[in-house]
């Protein structure tokens, strides 16, 4: 039991190694669907279209930053973002970004010896 504890941890830290493939298409007709007036609509094609060459652009964007975030953020978000069957170039962004962010809010602020935040000084 573990083993396979310890094996499905290594699987991750290996997936944080570079972007994760994701399939957007499921995500980006549900976009392109929403605004169209009928699902027939000759709009919703170009509409689909246009959401994966965006999320195929945020996916660009997410390599050249991909080495500045967290393990364990890449972790979690790529997980977050694949659940639930539609994924997300931007939403995978997004997560990391916040996380990256909360991370440097926290680090400012003071900490006790194990790391914990002690949160503002009291008033007087």
């Known amino acids: 039991m573990m083993f396979a504890k310890v094996l499905a941890l290594g699987a991750q830290l290996v997936l ?17 669907e929403q605004g ?25 964007e997410l390599a050249k930053q991909w080495s500045s975030f967290n393990a364990s953020d890449k972790v979690h978000c790529t997980n977050e973002s694949t659940m639930g069957g539609e994924s997300s170039y931007t939403e995978l962004l997004t997560c990391l970004e916040m996380a990256r962010d909360v991370r440097a809010m926290h680090a400012s602020e003071p900490q006790d010896a194990l790391g914990t935040p002690l949160g503002p000084p009291p008033k007087r």
């Open 36 to 60: 169209g007036v009928t699902f027939h609509d000759s709009a919703v094609a170009q509409e689909k279209k246009d959401c994966i060459d965006s999320e195929h652009a945020i996916r660009d």
């Open 16 to 32: 944080v190694d570079t972007v994760p493939t994701l399939n957007v298409d499921q995500v980006c007709t549900g976009i392109a």
